[in-house]
Nanobody
Framework: QVQLVESGGGLVQAGGSLRLSCAAS????????MGWFRQAPGKAREFVSV????????YYADSVKGRFTISRDNAKNTVYLQMNSLKPEDTAVYYC?????????????????WGQGTQVTVSS
Protein backbone atom coordinates (compact mmCIF):
# COMPACT_ATOMS: atom_id res chain seq x y z
CA GLN A 1 0.00 0.00 0.00
CA VAL A 2 1.36 3.37 -1.02
CA GLN A 3 1.94 5.76 1.85
CA LEU A 4 2.78 9.45 1.60
CA VAL A 5 4.07 11.48 4.52
CA GLU A 6 4.45 15.25 4.23
CA SER A 7 6.67 17.42 6.37
CA GLY A 8 8.20 20.87 6.39
CA GLY A 9 5.21 23.09 6.95
CA GLY A 10 5.21 25.93 9.43
CA LEU A 11 4.77 29.63 10.04
CA VAL A 12 6.71 32.07 7.89
CA GLN A 13 6.54 35.77 7.16
CA ALA A 14 5.51 37.06 3.75
CA GLY A 15 8.44 36.96 1.38
CA GLY A 16 9.98 34.00 3.17
CA SER A 17 10.60 30.44 2.04
CA LEU A 18 9.71 26.91 3.06
CA ARG A 19 10.51 23.50 1.61
CA LEU A 20 7.94 20.78 1.88
CA SER A 21 8.87 17.12 1.63
CA CYS A 22 6.77 14.11 0.72
CA ALA A 23 8.26 10.74 1.58
CA ALA A 24 6.70 7.96 -0.49
CA SER A 25 6.75 4.25 0.31
CA UNK A 26 5.00 1.02 -0.58
CA UNK A 27 5.14 1.31 -4.33
CA UNK A 28 7.29 1.39 -7.43
CA UNK A 29 7.18 5.03 -8.35
CA UNK A 30 8.94 5.02 -11.70
CA UNK A 31 5.55 5.01 -13.44
CA UNK A 32 3.91 7.52 -11.13
CA UNK A 33 3.22 11.22 -11.19
CA MET A 34 3.33 13.10 -7.91
CA GLY A 35 1.31 16.19 -7.19
CA TRP A 36 1.02 18.90 -4.60
CA PHE A 37 -2.36 20.38 -3.75
CA ARG A 38 -3.47 22.84 -1.11
CA GLN A 39 -6.67 23.69 0.69
CA ALA A 40 -7.36 26.91 2.52
CA PRO A 41 -10.18 27.17 5.09
CA GLY A 42 -13.56 27.37 3.39
CA LYS A 43 -12.09 26.78 -0.06
CA ALA A 44 -11.87 23.85 -2.41
CA ARG A 45 -8.70 21.84 -2.79
CA GLU A 46 -6.46 23.53 -5.33
CA PHE A 47 -3.79 22.16 -7.63
CA VAL A 48 -0.28 23.53 -7.02
CA SER A 49 2.22 21.48 -8.99
CA VAL A 50 2.94 18.03 -10.43
CA UNK A 51 6.04 16.10 -11.47
CA UNK A 52 6.52 12.98 -13.54
CA UNK A 53 8.71 10.75 -11.44
CA UNK A 54 10.87 9.26 -14.16
CA UNK A 55 11.44 12.10 -16.58
CA UNK A 56 11.08 14.92 -14.08
CA UNK A 57 8.66 16.85 -16.27
CA UNK A 58 6.76 19.44 -14.28
CA TYR A 59 3.69 21.63 -14.40
CA TYR A 60 2.58 24.49 -12.17
CA ALA A 61 -0.54 26.42 -11.34
CA ASP A 62 -0.33 30.00 -12.57
CA SER A 63 -0.63 31.28 -9.02
CA VAL A 64 2.71 29.72 -8.01
CA LYS A 65 4.65 29.71 -11.27
CA GLY A 66 8.03 31.36 -10.82
CA ARG A 67 7.86 31.10 -7.02
CA PHE A 68 7.50 27.38 -6.34
CA THR A 69 9.69 24.55 -7.61
CA ILE A 70 8.82 20.86 -7.50
CA SER A 71 11.56 18.25 -7.58
CA ARG A 72 12.21 14.66 -6.62
CA ASP A 73 15.02 12.54 -5.21
CA ASN A 74 14.74 9.07 -6.69
CA ALA A 75 17.15 7.52 -4.20
CA LYS A 76 15.10 8.79 -1.26
CA ASN A 77 11.67 8.30 -2.85
CA THR A 78 10.93 11.86 -1.84
CA VAL A 79 9.27 14.74 -3.64
CA TYR A 80 9.92 18.32 -2.62
CA LEU A 81 8.12 21.61 -3.02
CA GLN A 82 10.40 24.60 -2.61
CA MET A 83 8.27 27.66 -1.93
CA ASN A 84 9.83 31.10 -2.25
CA SER A 85 8.41 34.61 -2.07
CA LEU A 86 5.53 33.31 -0.01
CA LYS A 87 2.36 35.37 0.24
CA PRO A 88 -0.44 35.34 2.83
CA GLU A 89 -2.72 33.83 0.18
CA ASP A 90 -0.45 30.77 0.08
CA THR A 91 -1.69 29.89 3.57
CA ALA A 92 -3.28 26.44 3.41
CA VAL A 93 -2.88 22.79 4.26
CA TYR A 94 -0.60 21.32 1.61
CA TYR A 95 -1.15 17.75 0.47
CA CYS A 96 1.05 15.39 -1.47
CA UNK A 97 -0.68 13.01 -3.86
CA UNK A 98 0.31 10.15 -6.15
CA UNK A 99 -1.21 8.54 -9.19
CA UNK A 100 -0.13 5.67 -11.40
CA UNK A 101 0.43 6.97 -14.91
CA UNK A 102 2.49 9.47 -16.83
CA UNK A 103 -0.04 12.18 -17.56
CA UNK A 104 0.61 15.47 -15.78
CA UNK A 105 -2.75 16.41 -14.38
CA UNK A 106 -4.01 18.90 -11.84
CA UNK A 107 -7.32 17.12 -11.31
CA UNK A 108 -7.48 15.96 -7.70
CA UNK A 109 -9.86 13.10 -8.45
CA UNK A 110 -7.22 11.56 -10.74
CA UNK A 111 -4.95 10.86 -7.79
CA UNK A 112 -5.11 7.55 -5.97
CA UNK A 113 -3.11 8.23 -2.83
CA TRP A 114 -2.93 11.19 -0.48
CA GLY A 115 -0.84 12.24 2.47
CA GLN A 116 -2.23 13.65 5.68
CA GLY A 117 -1.26 17.23 4.86
CA THR A 118 1.03 19.81 6.40
CA GLN A 119 0.01 23.31 7.46
CA VAL A 120 1.66 26.34 5.86
CA THR A 121 0.86 29.72 7.37
CA VAL A 122 2.20 32.93 5.86
CA SER A 123 1.86 36.04 7.99
CA SER A 124 1.67 39.53 6.53
Amino acid sequence: QVQLVESGGGLVQAGGSLRLSCAASGGTFSSYTMGWFRQAPGKAREFVSVIRWTAGSTYYADSVKGRFTISRDNAKNTVYLQMNSLKPEDTAVYYCAARSGMVLTGTASSYDYWGQGTQVTVSS
